[in-house]
């Protein structure tokens, strides 16, 4: 994660800004965070898998980085190049943009406004700094923070992905230690225990089902 918190791109080059949409009544934004492997995209497989809702859409986030083995363009992320990232970036067509790990991540605004619009819940799996960005454009949001059960499982979780260098591992393991430390900025904390996915799964199911019917009436804007 770069030394900036704020997400912004380091050239000054300021985004448009574009008008507000607003969403239809109880379509909620929601983010899920954690640090890396704390398991945020098993978690919501399984979320899909065990509570299949039409009301939910899952937003699929765009990087900057390589794609791995196994992942799918346009279903795990959708990959592009810097250039294209930052033309996204600079014509207001990203929610939030931030540089975590080395490269560069953004939320497609388009898919977000068509969630809203349509009465769907639009579920967003972004880091830190992006959930800062979330939450400073749109105070309704819902922030919910997936903690490891301790440091020392999440670096088991990092090194048995077997993904990356153990240069890249310690940036991970540098970023996580940092990225725990602002969990209290959510609004929810739900503690992933290991072998536990489908607990996990159903606990943030019902922090967002409660949510939805505590103010059916709500309306984002973004």
Not at 165 to 175: C, I, N, V
Not at 213 to 222: T, Y
């Amino acid at each position: 994660m770069s030394d900036d918190l704020d997400g912004s791109w380091g050239d000054g080059a300021a985004p448009v800004v574009p008008a507000p949409c607003l969403g239809e009544p109880g379509a909620m934004l929601v983010v899920i965070s954690g640090p890396s492997g704390v398991g945020k995209d098993t978690i919501l497989t399984s979320m899909r898998e065990l509570y299949p809702d039409p009301g939910r859409r899952f937003i699929v986030t765009c990087t900057t980085r390589p794609i791995r083995e196994g992942e799918v363009d346009g279903v795990s992320y959708h990959f592009l190049s810097l250039e294209r990232f930052d033309d996204l970036r600079r014509r207001g067509e990203l929610l939030e943009a931030a540089q975590v790990h080395g490269h560069w991540y953004g939320t497609p605004r388009d898919q977000v406004v068509d969630a809203l619009g349509h009465g769907c819940d639009a579920l967003l799996k972004i880091d830190v700094q992006g959930a800062r960005a979330v939450r400073a454009r749109v105070p309704e949001a819902l922030l919910i923070f997936i903690m490891p059960p301790s440091i020392e499982a999440l670096r088991g979780r990092l090194r048995s992905r077997a993904t990356e260098s153990d240069a890249q591992l310690a940036l991970r393991e540098r970023d996580a230690a940092r990225e725990l430390a602002r969990r209290d900025d959510y609004d929810h904390l739900v503690v992933n225990e290991t072998g536990q996915i489908a607990t996990t799964a159903r606990q943030i199911h019902e922090i967002i089902q409660a949510e939805r019917q505590s103010d059916p009436d709500r309306r984002i804007a973004v």
